[in-house]
């Protein structure tokens, strides 16, 4: 019984989350993680989640286009995988696409609802009501975790025995091509994140990760400590990071020093 209530905390926190941006509780890695801290199965959730992340990479809302909902799609999956239905992470995967579509017609469903709110908080502030205006973005911010928190409710409903037998009435040719599809869009998720980010300093270290990755003995621990030493490395090296690389110490100290007259100077 804690862990539905648990969960359902967490659905309603990923819905207000896909709009405030504060703690990020809508990415599929937080959301699968906690879920599978609130079910006992953390194992099955960070590895739902790390998988769901990497699709939800190039998700993005670009102006009125509304991206695919990640927070559906992970609170959900993540309860089949970690809570009493035990379905695999191949599953999971495969069930949070269409999911997350679905999300995306209910966010634009609240979204307009929320345009008639905004017109009431319009006029509250027009009569300088504060506790009206406040109270309507509470309920509008709760709109969006009911968004999530009630269709999570009705899936936790229904039985393990139920949801197995569904699973298992799906054809394997629409498992298999929600899975392709995923991993396709995995592919341009990271297409998307390396062009935002592609700059020629960058390249070398970008194929140093791909030739360390390739190390049976380096784990994901050691592969972050030596992300961080390379990164501190490099804005040590780097002119632009690093005053003192640019010049003589004994220039930046002139440099310094002039600054600092110009500045009592003003004074």
């Known amino acids: 019984m804690l862990?539905?209530?648990?969960?359902?905390?967490?659905?309603?926190?990923?819905?207000m989350e896909g709009v405030l941006d504060q703690w990020q509780f809508h990415q599929p890695i937080v959301a699968c993680t906690l879920v599978g801290i609130a079910t006992g199965n953390i194992a099955a959730g960070v590895a739902l989640g790390g998988s769901l992340q990497l699709i939800t990479l190039g998700w993005m809302n670009i102006g009125a286009a509304i991206a695919p909902d990640a927070a559906l799609a992970s609170v959900v999956s993540a309860w089949l995988v970690c809570g009493p239905s035990g379905l695999s992470v191949h599953d999971g995967i495969a069930i949070a696409i269409p999911l997350a579509v679905a999300g995306q017609l209910l966010t634009i469903l609240v979204r307009t609802i929320v345009v008639g709110l905004v017109h009431g908080a319009d006029k509250a502030a027009e009569a300088g009501n504060v506790r009206q205006m406040e109270a309507i973005h509470l309920t509008a911010l709760s709109l969006q975790g009911l968004r999530i928190a009630l269709p999570t409710a009705v899936v936790?409903?229904?039985?393990?025995?139920?949801?197995?037998?569904?699973?298992?009435?799906?054809?394997e040719v629409i498992t298999n091509g929600l899975n392709i599809g995923g991993g396709m869009i995995v592919a341009v998720g990271y297409a998307m994140v390396i062009n935002m980010m592609a700059t020629n300093e960058l390249w070398p270290w970008f194929f140093i990760g791909f030739a360390l990755a390739a190390v049976d003995k380096l784990n994901l621990i050691a592969m972050g400590i030596m992300g961080v030493c390379f990164a501190l490395i490099y804005m040590q090296l780097t002119p632009k990071y690093n005053s003192n690389n640019s010049g003589s110490s004994e220039d930046a100290g002139d440099s310094l020093e002039d600054e600092l007259d110009r500045e009592l100077e003003d004074l």
């Not at 862990?3 to 819905?15: C, D, E, H, T, Y």
């Open 3 to 15: 862990s539905i209530i648990l969960v359902i905390i967490i659905a309603f926190l990923a819905g």
């Open 156 to 171: 936790m409903l229904a039985s393990a025995s139920t949801v197995q037998a569904v699973m298992k009435a799906i054809p």
